[in-house]
Antibody, heavy 117, light 111 residues
Framework: QVHLVESGGGLVKPGGSLRLSCAAS????????MSWIRRAPGKGLEWVSY????????YYADSVKGRFSISRDNAKNSLYLQLNSLRAEDTAVYYC??????????WGQGTLVSVSS | QSELTQPPSVSGAPGQTVTISCTGS?????????VHWYQQLPGTAPKLLIY???NRPSGVPDRFSGSKSGTSASLAITGLQAEDEADYYC???????????FGGGTKVTVL
């Protein structure tokens, strides 16, 4: 059974950093693209970044390019998102998702990132 | 402003049919990229509802159906039920962004 569990969210000041993690189980992690997707309060879903099974290629939304960095450790079945230079508008619930050719078919429960002074 | 435009809200009485549009352009849906739909119930993570335009994952009731024509796609919910109250999102790929894109989301209210 596929299981994704995010962690690492919290309250951080503008300009600060956080590292989110996503622990995966129940499938061959290295075979799949993985994504980070967020939902800000009162707004809709926004795709943030995704990474291929081997680790490249990597893609970022323009809103986070140069500030966020996605990575994965296939030996640990883990996905990461390093968030730097955080802004108030980065406040959101961040979800990790397993990507297939037919959509993001499994999602974690999400971790909340709050950016505020 | 998303590259995929959805109505902010739709509503219907129990048993009725509601349709949610997802209007794109020649850089996404019109370029032939497929469309997926997600349902997000209050307080929960999104769930894949329809994949590749008109396919339902196992466990999704056949009350949900999808279609695509030209630069737009649609999600229909027939026999609307109270448990269908949720936010719905379309997703595709956009060549101008070189990445995936979600629609702005549509809140479905059951009257």
């Amino acid at each position: 059974q596929v299981h994704l569990v995010e962690s690492g969210g919290g309250l951080v000041k503008p300009g600060g950093s956080l590292r989110l993690s996503c622990a995966a189980s129940g499938f061959t992690f290295s075979d799949y693209y993985m994504s980070w997707i967020r939902r800000a309060p009162g707004k809709g879903l926004e795709w943030v970044s995704y990474i291929s099974g081997p680790g490249t290629p990597i893609y970022y939304a323009d809103s986070v390019k140069g500030r966020f960095s996605i990575s994965r450790d296939n030996a640990k079945n883990s996905l990461y998102l390093q968030l730097n230079s955080l802004r108030a508008e980065d406040t959101a619930v961040y979800y990790c998702g397993r990507d297939t050719e037919v959509g993001t078919d499994h999602w974690g429960q999400g971790t909340l990132v709050s950016v505020s002074s | 402003q998303s590259e995929l435009t959805q109505p902010p809200s739709v509503s219907g009485a129990p048993g009725q049919t509601v349709t949610i549009s997802c209007t794109g352009s020649s850089s996404n849906i019109g370029a032939g990229y497929t469309v997926h739909w997600y349902q997000q119930l209050p307080g929960t993570a999104p769930k894949l509802l329809i994949y590749s335009v008109n396919n339902r994952p196992s466990g999704v009731p056949d009350r949900f159906s999808g279609s695509k024509s030209g630069t737009s796609a649609s999600l229909a919910i027939t026999g609307l039920q109270a448990e269908d109250e949720a936010d719905y999102y379309c997703q595709s790929y956009d060549t101008s962004l070189s990445g995936r894109v979600f629609g702005g989301g549509t809140k479905v209210t059951v009257l």
